[in-house]
């Protein structure tokens, strides 16, 4: 889990959200168990109300690297802080449908690293005791059983197998000494291209997102300064 320098406005924020989170409704059926689960629809619309209450805003990126899929979930406050975590699998193959599936896969499990968004339980329904009545006949066995098993097997091999995150983006010596030099050419301090970086390129440090900070502040620097959208490149 990666943070911004400071915390200090949007640590209370989550704390307060959470205490405010209700579980999601389980309103999505499992056809392989015939259980109900919440889906991500159902953890967006519990979360959304909440998160704009406290100030906060979500924001998932996904990125496709090789055969890993990756989804980057970051927490925005209007302080300018930031939390984020990133989860990554191996999705079944490279088509569209299996690489969108683990995708929303991963968004759904996101929610649930910084503690925002937990399943409904079952309102105790499990724990009650069985109504008494009359003893009837054990029902000889079926091969519901059997049918049961291969559908669960067959659910697993379907799901992403988790892998480790890639090792995130790292500026080169000679990376940072050009930022910085331009920096100082505009006057600009580093803490304002990070609110700005934060606000219009994402959490995520890239390649690209360097040589957009590069360009702007080559050609338009006010655009950092004012803190307003880059220009396509």
């Given amino acids: 889990m990666n943070h911004s320098d400071s915390i200090k406005a949007i640590a209370p924020a989550i704390v307060a959200a959470q205490t405010e989170l ?4 389980k309103d999505t059926t499992n056809p392989f168990f015939k259980s109900k689960y919440a889906d991500l629809g159902g953890c967006m619309d519990t979360l959304r109300p909440v998160l704009a209450a406290h100030k906060l805003a979500l924001i998932q990126s996904p990125s496709v690297g090789g055969e890993i899929v990756s989804v980057e979930t970051t927490l925005l406050h209007d302080s300018g802080e930031w939390i ?20 929303t896969y991963l968004r759904r499990y996101g929610l649930a690293l910084p503690g925002l ?7 105790g329904n499990a724990a009650q005791p069985a109504p008494k009545s009359h003893p009837a006949p ?8 059997a049918a049961k098993t291969a559908a669960r097997d067959a659910m697993l091999a379907d799901m992403p197998v988790m892998q480790p995150t890639p090792p995130a983006f790292a500026l080169t ?3 940072k000494t050009a930022l910085t030099a331009a920096l100082a050419k ?6 304002t291209v990070k609110v700005w970086r934060l606000k219009w390129l994402g959490p995520e440090m890239n390649q ?6 590069m360009r702007t502040l080559s050609e338009t620097p006010e655009l950092i300064k004012e803190n307003r959208e880059p220009l396509p490149f």
């Fill in 22 to 25: 209700k579980a999601a409704p």
């Fill in 84 to 103: 984020s975590c990133m989860l990554s699998c191996h999705p079944k193959d490279n088509g569209p449908q299996s690489i969108g599936s683990a995708i």
């Fill in 117 to 123: 968004v937990t399943e409904a339980d079952d309102d």
């Fill in 138 to 145: 054990k029902p000889a066995p079926t091969p519901t059983d």
């Fill in 173 to 175: 010596d000679a990376q």
């Fill in 186 to 191: 505009e006057s600009i301090e580093q803490a």
């Fill in 208 to 213: 690209m997102t360097y040589d957009t900070i």
